[in-house]
Every structure is written in C-alpha cells, then in structure tokens.
C-alpha cells in the first residue's frame, strides 16, 4: 500500500518554463512534507519543506503548494534551468519517525 | 552544515558474503537511518535507530540487520548478500533545525553477484 505517490515517473519541460511536479497521499496523520532533489550518483538533497498548518511555502524559484483536503501537494519550479534536470522525491513525515518517500519523478529540462 | 559519510561509494560482494555499511554523522544526531533506493521503487526505509543501542526496523529490514554502538555511526549489515540486494543504500541522519528534515550521505552503489 503505497501511502505517497508520484504518478509521473518521468517530466519534460523546456528551459525557463514552469515545472510543476505532483505528489498525492492517503495517510491523514502527516504533518509534514518534504521534497528532495537527487543526481545519480548521489544521496537526495533537501529542496524544500511545508507543514501540514500552512498551504504554501517559497524559497527562491521553489514553491510547495499542500491541499489537505485533497491529500495533494506540488511543487513548482519558476523558472526552469538546465541544473534542475534530476529526479525528485516527495517524502511525508508521521508516526515512526522514517520518512515515507514517493517513487520519485524524473524531471527533464529541454533547452 | 551536517555531514553525513558513507565510507564506501561503490562495492562489489559475492552471494552469500557477509557484508557491512559503514555511516557517521558529525552532529550528534540522536536519529540514524537505513534506505535502499530502486528505480521504479523510489526510497524504502530498511532500519532506523533513535539512539546508540536501540533500533527499529522499517518496512523492509527482511536480510538485514543494524548496530548503532557509538552515537555517531551506525551499520548496515547484510548477514549473507543475495543478488536482490543489489542496489543504491543510503544513509540518513536527522536535521530538524530551520525544516531542513534528514540530511543523506552519497550512497554506496552496491553490487552483488
């Protein structure tokens, strides 16, 4: 039972558009979420993170959108470059303390 | 900034051998971390430790074991490798300041064959 999902395994996006990237979940009891950006070869990177009381949160080029309602959140990139082709995870926080990752999208910027 | 350092990067081992993953973190961090990352599978949490001696095992600790004797570090064993075991192990240490959640080493690509 797959409790954060990434429905797209794979994004493609021309340089200096908008990346918008989705992640679901099912588990009501997160009260955190969090998204890491991976280059093969590498472990994640954290890029950015929102608390289950807020619905959005920006860092530079970076925003989280979180719908509880919906069990849905996002994360946009404004605007797009050639370094932020890499494989993202979506990643939720709650009751044991592991963090429960999506299966992660494999974001593509086309110059 | 947090380090986290796993001390190899790429290893390759035969089926049957007795394998260790070495991890230190540098900030004395009360919780350590055990993933496995595979395409298609994203990041699955193997075990997790609170505090030196004590561990917790993840969603999927099945062929594998952890020692956390010292704060610092915290191992990864594979008590007999099996080629299904093949893949990128990440290790995690738990950073909560400014929201920033777990810092990850490098990995270690692991090959078993």
Redesign the interface.
């Known amino acids: 039972d797959q409790q954060v999902k990434?429905n797209s395994?794979s994004l493609s996006v021309q340089e200096g558009r908008i990346s918008i990237l989705n992640c679901d979940y099912t588990n009501s009891m997160f009260d955190?979420f969090?998204w890491?950006k991976k280059y093969p070869?590498?472990?994640?990177?954290?890029l950015i993170?929102i608390?289950s009381i807020k619905d959005k949160n920006e860092d530079g080029r970076f925003t989280v959108f979180l719908n509880k309602s919906a069990k849905h959140l996002s994360l946009h990139i404004v605007p797009s470059q050639p370094g932020d082709s890499a494989v993202y995870?979506c990643?939720a926080?709650g009751g044991?303390?592991?963090?429960?990752?999506?299966?992660?999208t494999h974001l593509i910027i086309q110059p | 900034d947090v380090k986290?350092t796993?001390s190899s990067?790429y290893l390759v081992k035969r089926t049957g051998e007795k394998v260790f993953l070495e991890c230190v973190q540098d900030m004395d961090h009360e919780?350590m971390?055990w993933?496995r990352q595979d395409p298609?599978?994203?990041?699955?949490?193997i075990y997790?430790s609170?505090d030196v001696k004590m561990k917790?095992k993840?969603d999927i600790p099945e062929g594998y074991s952890v020692s956390r004797e010292k704060k610092e570090r915290f191992s990864l064993i594979l008590e007999s490798a099996s080629t299904n075991q093949t893949s990128m192990y990440?290790c995690a240490s738990?950073d909560i300041s400014r929201?920033?959640?777990?810092?990850?080493?490098?990995?270690t690509?692991l090959t078993v064959v």
Not at chain 1, 41 to 46: L, S
Request: aromatic share 20%; hydrophobic share 30%.
């Open positions: 990434q395994p955190y969090l890491y070869a590498e472990g994640p990177t954290f993170s608390s995870f990643a926080r044991a303390d592991g963090l429960t990752f999506g299966k992660g | 986290v796993q990067r919780n971390f993933y298609g599978l994203g990041l699955r949490l997790f609170y917790e993840g990440l738990k929201g920033r959640g777990y810092t990850f080493g490098s990995g690509r």
